[in-house]
């Protein structure tokens, strides 16, 4: 994480004055707002002919993409509270890299307003550049704020909702906008009401994706070649976030995260940053595979962390702030991570140690081929410390959850 993605919008109308829908033809001018369907399916609204949809600036109305459809993100995309952008399974849409006026494009969900992408094993859902031959960094990527818990609204709404998104795929983002690196996908104090799953996100020049507070819990995600840190998190983040597979040759971390920038607030500001990993796999970094810091609480569980060019996990953290079981480390392989398992800075006596937090902790080759562990790895079926048997550590156990729909894993 270098910088915040919180993108004023007055910023960049001044880059796009307009801010206002453009649209190419007279079927899209005439017909982008969707009828909210229910449980009819996108099958049956879908049942068009196909519309050129050229978006930007605030959008008031829903809008409906379909596979047939023609569909390009121009500057910032904005849609305001009420309204729903519905995206059918197998459309793509295109983020337009910065020119002609436009700063580069991304697509803002405003907290109130939904993001429903829920594409299909068969017809994933896919976001990407609108080159021909695309490239990290293009475009800004996917922005969802919403009104639970985090920095500037403690007392939000646990389970508010910002749509979904499943089976979708993020490519080439992570465009700077101004003094704002944006990531693959950021959420901002979204909540558990929200549905992430079974996302891969290729190439983001930033970070992968970032939580900024919030409470909503993402599993499946598969998250590769990012330019910074894969999975970041900062401003009080609560939630879960299971079966992350996480491969780069040129990522600085893992996971970086935060509880607060000491700049801005106290580091045990509230809420406190305490999210759950579980299932995760962590397979090379320039850095440290996790790197802990400002504050933040973190539990990690059935976890792989290997090749890292420093530390397996290294914590940054003040004693004094760690309350509780705030930070707990079980039942985690660590290997090949060049300056040990655990690590911690050394400035002060009173950081926290990261391996007196750990239990049972696994230092093995997992036999990995690819992203799935061979037979007889010790990633399978391994024995916790409380004398359990877990069906696998990391991401993957015999079943390739991540096959057929995600483009990039198999490189």
Not at 95 to 100: D, I, N
Not at 107 to 132: C, M, N
Request: one cysteine or more; proline letters at 5%; hydrophobic letters at 35%.
């Amino acid at each position: 994480m270098r910088s915040l993605f919180l993108l004023p919008s007055l910023a960049l109308a001044a880059c796009d004055p307009a801010r206002e829908t453009t649209k190419t033809d007279d079927t899209a001018a005439t017909d982008t707002a969707a009828t909210d369907t229910g449980d009819t399916g996108a099958a049956d609204v879908c049942d068009r002919e196909a519309k050129t949809l050229n978006l930007s600036g605030a959008q008031n109305a829903d809008v409906q993409a379909c596979p047939q459809d023609t569909v390009t993100l121009q500057g910032e995309v904005s849609f305001e509270a009420g309204t729903t952008f519905r995206v059918a399974p197998g459309t793509t849409v295109k983020g337009a890299p910065e020119g002609g006026g436009f700063v580069a494009s991304s697509l803002v969900i405003q907290a109130g307003a939904r993001l429903e992408a829920a594409g299909t094993l068969a017809a994933p859902i896919t976001f990407t550049s609108l080159r021909a031959s695309p490239a990290t960094g293009d475009w800004g990527g996917l922005i969802l704020r919403g009104n639970a818990p985090g920095e500037g609204n403690p007392g939000g709404a646990p389970d508010d909702s910002s749509g979904t998104l499943t089976y979708v795929r993020v490519h080439y983002p992570g465009a700077t906008v101004g003094d704002s690196e944006l990531n693959g996908i950021a959420l901002n104090n979204v909540g558990a009401g929200t549905t992430l799953d079974h996302i891969e996100i290729y190439a983001s020049n930033d970070d992968a994706i970032e939580f900024f507070g919030g409470t909503v819990n993402a599993s499946h995600l598969v998250l590769l070649e990012t330019g910074d840190d894969s999975l970041d998190w900062t401003d009080g983040f609560r939630g879960t976030v299971s079966h992350v597979y996480i491969r780069s040759s040129g990522n600085e971390r893992g996971v970086e995260a935060d509880n607060r920038d000491p700049s801005k607030f106290p580091v045990d500001s509230a809420p406190l940053s305490a999210p759950t990993l579980t299932n995760v796999t962590i397979d090379g970094a320039e850095k440290n595979g996790v790197h802990l810091r400002r504050g933040t609480g973190a539990t990690i569980v059935n976890s792989i962390v290997i090749n890292a060019a420093g530390c397996g996990i290294y914590t940054d953290l003040d004693a004094a702030t760690i309350s509780g079981d705030a930070l707990a480390f079980r039942n985690n392989l660590l290997f090949g991570n060049a300056e040990g398992a655990f690590c911690a800075v050394e400035d002060t006596a009173d950081d926290g140690d990261a391996a007196s937090y750990a239990t049972a902790t696994l230092e093995a080759d997992p036999q990995l081929q690819g992203h799935l562990p061979k037979s007889g790895s010790p990633a399978l079926d391994p024995v916790n410390a409380d004398g359990t048997v877990s069906d696998h550590l990391g991401a993957f156990g015999t079943e390739d959850w991540a096959a057929s729909w995600t483009s990039f894993l198999a490189e």
